[in-house]
């Protein structure tokens, strides 16, 4: 399985950004689904996360802001940022796994100017 991010890029503080991650196949098969972020110094951390049910986990940080979805027609997962902070500033990965293995994608930054 090969993920690939995107839709990152430099917003001004209160403002909103969509991102995506596509996967080479189906994604009916992985059981997990997240974005991660990590910025600079300072270690890689949950953002949201996304069953193959559809249950749904947050941050704290990001709960009442930021949004996870999955389309399993798409094979794409999304991670829809409302309110956005500077704080929100890191380079953002998808991951997902299926059957105990773990696959990334490829970062895509996301800048949130004050």
């Known amino acids: 399985v090969q993920l690939q991010a995107s839709g990152g890029g430099l917003v001004q503080a209160g403002g909103s950004l969509r991102l995506s991650c596509r996967a080479s196949?189906?994604?009916?098969?992985?059981?997990?689904m997240g974005w991660y972020r990590q910025a600079p110094g300072k270690q890689r951390e949950l953002v949201a996360t996304i069953t193959s049910g559809g249950s749904t986990n947050y941050a704290d940080s990001v709960k009442g802001r930021f949004t996870i979805s999955r389309d399993n027609a798409k094979n794409t997962v999304y991670l829809q940022m409302n309110s956005l902070k500077p704080e929100d500033t890191a380079v953002y990965y998808c991951r997902g796994i299926r059957y105990g293995i773990d696959y990334w994608g490829q970062g895509t930054q996301v800048t949130v100017s004050s």
């Open positions: 196949g189906s994604i009916r098969s992985i059981n997990v």
